[in-house]
């Protein structure tokens, strides 16, 4: 058996590495599929998401982040009994929502698909997703139980495994439906999605059922407590549900904001004139092709998010403020600095990577317009996951309800103009993700009293406009009719000179090197 449990940042690494791998193999079916089965087939596939995420938000949105605190608490006390408890009642709690809302989802698709969505299209997609809620629901609580035990490999490896057997299971699927319509081939897609759930549950059980006994020798001998009640789960369950209830409303907020954004952004382009197709085949665009290329180094912003919620609980039950400090510090800098060249070369080279990704140059317009906002997306996360830690989901919550009525509110106002459409939708997402993330560093910063030093600002501003220069100089200059070798090689160098600049800045040093696990004393 792995080693039981990692510290913060081995286990932060761990699921980077897992992060990176599902991100990179994640772009094989996102370039691929929209090949396979065109903007509107991905337009379809999309549209039914955002009723999916809402419907496991409702379930698992603050139930796994709960099991991971108290399973931490627990897990520290060396009290297994408890932690035993803890995952029962869980995962009671959040299969039963699980098969409840799958029944619902299917028996309410056809209405949902020809009510709420401008394309009746998605009915199939539909049926074909709702098994993923159950899915979901058994495998969340899982992570959420080896998270609490600070040992992040079991989720990462689950995660890989349902990454590798969707991408398969999507395009062989969606090919062999193609015959049959898009609307069928963008079906089969999502039981690819379906099969590679199915196959990250079967990982995630098998290290849960390996590594009981390991468990049980490391934890203190416990005895079951009696409430007044006469059951030792009553408190324990009513402490998990006081837990889960104001992360899933703050979840909740985020999820609700996605679904009706999917039907504002539908509607909005009705009014400005675009037709139901095109108006799919753009949504599809957004969702299915832009949005993923800026989430990719959201893999470490993900890895920070999810190591952060054990560490800061155990940090916070300690009143340990310097650890706090610490473990913040470093998850910011690190969001900025590693997400900085990304965010670069999306805006610089922002039409080559739009035509090599999806031979598709006409969303390069929407992807350099989000560039400069993904640094805001990539430090909201380890902010939101400080406030959850820190049992401030509420403050959570409310500002993301800020931010997602503005949202909507500009989606209204800016999409459904006839020329703006589409990019009045990402005008509006853009404000959101600045807002949410301004009201999230003010929640955090008055809480714990953090500030960062703006030398760490100045240093990563002066050497982002220095990659940005050198990216934009290489592709402008005619040195070679190669425009694939002038893409590699400005972005290639670029990168380079932003390592040069964050080494001589000092925003990575040697004692940064050296505590990247396994390899840090070597390199």
């Known amino acids: 058996m792995s080693k039981l449990k990692q510290s913060f940042i081995t286990g932060t690494v761990i699921l980077l590495l897992a992060g990176v791998v599902n991100r990179i193999l994640g772009f094989v079916p996102r370039i691929a599929l929209p090949r396979v089965i065109g903007p509107e087939g991905v337009g379809i596939y999309q549209l039914g998401y955002p009723f999916l995420i809402f419907i ?93 035990r600070q040992n992040m490999i079991p989720t990462a490896s689950s995660q890989v495994s349902e990454t590798v057997v969707r991408i398969f299971g999507m395009l062989l699927f969606a090919y062999w439906m193609l015959p049959y319509g898009i609307e069928f081939a963008a079906a089969g897609a999502m039981i690819g999605v379906t099969i590679g759930e199915l196959c990250g549950m079967a990982v995630i059980l098998f290290h849960y059922y390996f590594s009981r006994n390991a468990y049980k020798k490391k934890g203190k001998p416990q005895t079951e407590p009696k409430a007044a009640s006469g059951s030792p789960d009553a408190p324990l ?64 912003t993900y890895s920070l998010s999810v190591s952060l919620i054990p560490s800061l609980s155990e940090a916070a039950a300690n009143n340990d ?132 030093p703006p030398s760490e600002f100045y240093k990563l501003g002066a050497a982002i406009l220095v990659m940005g220069l050198t990216s934009y100089a290489v592709m402008r200059a005619d040195w070679t009719d190669n425009a694939a070798l002038r893409f590699g090689v400005s972005a290639g160098l670029g990168i380079a000179v932003y390592l040069l600049c964050m080494a001589w800045f000092k925003l990575i040093d040697l004692y940064d090197l050296r505590r990247i696990p396994w390899i840090g004393k070597k390199l």
Not at 92 to 108: A, D, E, Q, R, Y
Not at 252 to 258: C, F, H, K, N, P
Not at 266 to 271: F, G, T, V
Not at 415 to 428: D, E, H, R, W
């Open 321 to 452: 403020m310097k650890t706090i400090h610490k473990r913040m510090h470093q998850s910011i800098r690190l969001a900025l600095v590693t997400g900085a060249p990304f965010a670069v070369i999306m805006y610089v080279l922002a039409d080559p990577v739009c035509y090599y990704l999806y031979k598709n140059t006409e969303i390069g317009s929407m992807l350099k317009m989000m560039a400069p906002i993904a640094l805001f997306m990539y430090v909201q996360a380890p902010l939101q996951a400080a406030l959850q830690a820190l049992d401030k989901p509420g403050t959570a919550l409310v500002n993301t309800f800020v931010g997602s009525a503005l949202k909507l509110l500009l989606i209204s106002l800016l999409a459904s103009k006839p020329n703006l459409g589409i990019l009045g939708a990402v005008i509006a997402i853009n404000i959101n993700i600045v807002v949410v993330t301004i009201l999230h560093w003010n929640s955090v910063s008055k809480l714990i009293k953090l500030s960062l």
């Open 237 to 300: 369950l009513k402490r998990l549900i006081r837990i889960a209830l104001p992360v899933t409303a703050s979840r909740l907020v985020g999820s609700t904001s996605y679904l009706l954004e999917s039907i504002f952004i539908a509607h909005s382009l009705a009014i400005a004139g675009v037709a139901a197709a095109v108006a799919t085949a753009q949504y599809g665009m957004l969702q299915g092709m832009i949005i993923p290329v800026l989430l990719l180094p959201s893999a470490l």
């Open 56 to 148: 496991i938000t409702i379930i698992t949105g603050g139930i796994p982040l709960a099991v991971a605190k108290l399973v931490a608490e627990a897990d520290s006390d060396g009290d297994e009994a408890k932690v035993k408890r803890i995952l029962k009642r869980s995962l009671i709690l959040s299969t039963s929502l699980g098969l409840f809302f799958t029944v619902c989802s299917m028996i309410s698709a056809k209405w949902i698909t020809t009510h709420l969505m401008t394309d009746p299209r998605v009915y199939y997609t539909f049926l074909c997703m709702s098994p993923i809620i159950l899915l979901v629901s058994v495998t969340a609580v899982i992570r959420g139980y080896f998270q609490g």
